[in-house]
């Protein structure tokens, strides 16, 4: 079980004492997942030093696809991990939707990612007219196709989708079970297709409105192995009531 927070463009430097709450709320007790927080670019050092002697790691939220160069504004891979991170989320809807990413892109970055000892974190999910239409699956689908790299990173905890429907994100709107079970098994079927055994270990997070109230009969479908969490993950009170209400397996 993995849970990831997203805290997207929030957080100045005060900001990192949310993360010195959640080691402190976590303090002792066994975790029932892996936590991640992905805060800022500029959070990262900070955040890495905040979390130090607590079982939290960090990550970015993007990445280029190179390792340095003129590339003005970007962050690559390699910095992230120089600067202390473990991870980065990849092809956040937001990133499609603002910034053109494409399928190609997030493909490059995860490769990136992967080069530079990144967990990725590669989001897909449909938007609500393709959900009414009836073609959510294909949709997600034709993203893994284009936006998972072709290889699987030798450890494959490394490799996460994250299944965002689109129309869920900061909008408290939620999947029903039944729907989120039909596309992580859609997802878990995809990965088995193109790597095999090692799809078992991979783990299939979903995110869009996961809160306190709702985590527990989320995180207890088949096949969700955690949550992509934004809002609820600004603060350490509701991040921690989300880790408490893992069901046990
Ligand atoms: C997200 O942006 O990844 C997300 C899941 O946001 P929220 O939890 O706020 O819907």
């Known amino acids: 079980m993995l849970l990831a927070g997203n805290w997207k463009m929030h957080g100045l430097r005060g900001a990192v004492a949310e993360i010195r709450a959640l080691g402190r ?34 990550g970015g939220q993007n990445c280029h696809a190179e390792p340095s160069g003129a590339f003005t504004g970007e962050i690559s891979a390699e910095m992230l991990r120089d600067a202390g991170a473990n991870a980065v989320i990849l092809g956040h809807s937001e990133r499609r939707q603002f910034y053109g990413e494409t399928d190609a892109m997030v493909r490059a970055k995860a490769e990136a990612a992967s080069r530079a000892g990144l967990i990725a974190l590669i989001c897909v999910g449909e938007d609500e007219r393709q959900r009414d239409a009836g073609e959510a699956v294909s949709v ?19 490799l996460v989708i994250a299944y965002e429907p689109v129309w869920a994100i900061g909008t408290g709107r939620t999947p029903n079970p039944e729907q989120i079970a039909e596309m992580h098994a859609a997802i878990r079927a995809w990965l088995a297709d193109r790597f095999g055994a090692a799809a078992d270990q991979m783990r299939i997070l979903y995110g869009g409105s996961v809160k306190p109230e709702n985590a527990g009969t989320i995180l207890a479908v088949t096949n969700v192995d955690g949550a992509l969490i934004g809002g609820a993950s600004l603060k350490a009170g509701d991040f921690l009531a989300i880790i408490r209400a893992v069901p046990q397996r």
Request: hydrophobic residues 45%; proline residues 13%.
């Open 25 to 58: 709320g976590l303090n002792g007790a066994p975790l029932p997942a892996d936590i991640l927080v992905c805060p800022p670019a500029t959070l990262i050092n900070e955040a890495v030093k905040a979390a130090e002697g607590t079982r939290i790691v960090i």
């Open 140 to 158: 997600v689908q034709k993203q893994l196709d284009g936006s998972v790299p072709a290889s699987a990173p030798a450890d494959p905890i490394d």
